[in-house]
């Protein structure tokens, strides 16, 4: 069967068929969610959905919507590159969405803890906001404190993207949007032409990311979703079982900046070598009482071959059996458990994130990494022209 290309700009209101739309709302027999009421309706392809969520900075913002034949159901947006809702059954078959994020864009037009979005130039911190590429410094925004974190004020997360291709195949129902960085921007040299592709399938939620450059800059994306896997909106996940495939991590000061060691886990709170839950150890990271709420905020080493696809991480939470792997072509992952979490973002449904609410595993380059380049052990996350940057992940979902 030949692939069927979604029809992206045909708008559903147009011919009679639009009309007939219009009167059912009229008349009441379709029920339109609150929160879109003045959103406008497009034609669907199997798997894939599309509406128009807003605008942000005079440019129109879309929401999609893609099915798998299992039952999974993703809500991606242009605004940030970002995955806003994410439907998975439990062992009962039960549908409960397991990322954190907004009911509508507004939510993510307002300054968030990087919910489900696209991170980059560089994703993680940049010490001081300072490097040094072939013999000529640069200075970053800084806006973490002293440092610069996941592109700065404006980053990828916060830029709306272009949709170049929506189609359902046999292989899934996926989604591409591209994003052109001008040289400069955020403080960071070169033109860099992005691409993240979503695609849901049988295997999973798969993100590939892509990226090149006209001139020499340094890249490190990340995919920022915070996973809850009983729901979003259903409390800590302290009984979160987690194995990390990772014999190393690599210790920070207290600015979260890497110290430059590639440390063992072994008998420290950071060995998750062997499935235990997340809430088993955190006690041992409590903070300063200051700035710093304690729990889990850092980089992992992993194990295996890095721009090969391996096992990065496997979560379950017992109660409903949902069970999530991560696999990954990248070098790390940061281990964050939502600390920072304070109860002061209202999230979908009205639900309330509190403090480890939800836990995000983003694989990465190692943080601060093109100010340990040439250290032994670090991955060099500098792109030259002619290069191509790569970074793929799959979540898989399975029941325990």
Not at 45 to 69: D, F, M
Not at 223 to 232: D, Q, T
Not at 280 to 304: S, T
Not at 376 to 388: D, E, T
Request: proline share 4%; charged share 20%.
């Amino acid at each position: 069967m030949h692939s069927q290309k979604v029809r992206l700009f045909q708008e559903v209101n147009d011919g009679f068929y639009g009309m007939l739309v219009a009167l059912m709302f009229a008349v009441g027999l379709l029920a339109m969610p609150p929160r879109i009421q003045a959103a406008q309706y497009y034609q669907t392809n199997k798997g894939i959905q599309k509406i128009e969520w807003g605008r942000a900075g005079g440019e129109a913002v879309y929401l999609y919507t893609l099915n798998s034949e299992d039952g999974v159901t993703a809500k991606v947006t242009n605004y940030g590159a970002l995955l806003t809702e994410l439907h998975v059954p439990d062992r009962n078959g039960k549908l409960a969405d397991v990322v954190l994020g907004f009911d509508a864009l507004d939510g993510y037009l307002t300054r968030h803890p990087y919910f489900g979005c696209t991170v980059g130039r560089v994703a993680n911190r940049v010490a001081e906001g300072k490097f040094t590429l072939d013999k000529q410094a640069y200075t970053l925004v800084t806006n973490n404190g002293p440092n610069h974190l996941h592109g700065g004020e404006k980053g990828f997360d916060k830029q709306v993207w272009e949709v170049t291709d929506a189609e359902n195949t046999a292989a899934g129902a996926s989604l591409t949007m591209v994003y052109t960085s001008p040289d400069g921007e955020e403080g960071y040299p070169g033109n860099l032409t992005v691409t993240v592709r979503y695609m849901l399938n049988k295997n999973g939620l798969e993100v590939n990311m892509r990226a090149e450059t006209d001139a020499p800059t340094i890249v490190n994306l990340a995919n920022h979703s915070y996973w809850n896997l009983a729901g979003h909106d259903s409390g800590q996940i302290l009984n979160h079982e987690l194995t990390l495939n990772a014999d190393r991590y690599t210790p920070t000061d207290a600015t979260l900046i890497p110290t430059g060691e590639i440390a063992s886990v072994a008998e420290t709170p950071y060995d998750f070598r062997e499935s235990k839950k997340i809430g088993a150890d955190i006690g041992r990271l409590p903070g300063d009482g200051a700035g710093d709420p304690g729990g889990y905020d850092i980089n992992f080493a992993l194990n295996g071959e890095a721009h090969t696809m391996r096992l990065a991480a496997r979560a379950t939470e017992s109660s409903g059996g949902r069970t999530m792997e991560v696999h990954t072509n990248a070098p790390g992952v940061q281990f964050y458990s939502g600390n920072f979490l304070n109860g002061s973002v209202t999230g979908k449904n009205d639900a309330v994130y509190k403090k480890h609410a939800a836990f995000c595993l983003e694989t990465q380059h190692y943080p601060d990494a093109i100010n340990k380049e040439g250290k032994p052990g670090w991955p060099s996350v500098i792109l030259r022209p002619g290069q191509v940057y790569r970074h793929s992940i799959l979540f898989k979902f399975s029941t325990e």
